[in-house]
């Protein structure tokens, strides 16, 4: 008896383990991502560095946006960095529902300002 009390315990104990520079989010509407149709979004920042953004930045200024990277808050720069995540170029992501483009860029947004 005392056997099955330990393993129900251990198993009532397990957590999942996840890892929080990856976000997994649904879509409502599926795109197509790198010729794939994905119905969800895994926006991986584990491998983003210090030069990504600092190159998000360049891109930035040189479509013609003088401030650059100048906010948290600038949608193109959260497009650009959710792109890098996501392996796949920023006109991809615009074609996403209204409603998932900007979830996705909150998603992204919240990453960094809770870092």
């Known amino acids: 008896m005392t056997n099955n009390n330990n393993v129900n315990i251990e198993k009532q104990t397990e957590q999942v383990v996840t890892n929080p520079e990856i976000i997994e989010m ?32 360049t891109e930035l200024r040189l479509d013609g946006r003088p401030g650059g990277f100048d906010s ?8 650009k960095l959710a792109a890098r995540a996501l392996n796949c170029i920023p006109d991809d992501l615009e ?3 209204g409603a998932d483009f900007f979830e996705m860029l909150l998603q992204v947004r919240g990453f960094f300002l809770k870092w």
């Open 95 to 97: 074609k996403l529902h």
């Open 26 to 57: 649904p879509i409502k509407k599926p795109i197509k991502l790198n010729g794939t149709e994905v119905n969800k979004l895994v926006l991986d920042f584990s491998n983003l560095t210090g030069k990504d953004i600092l190159n998000v930045d």
């Open 72 to 79: 948290i808050y600038n949608q193109d720069a959260m497009l």
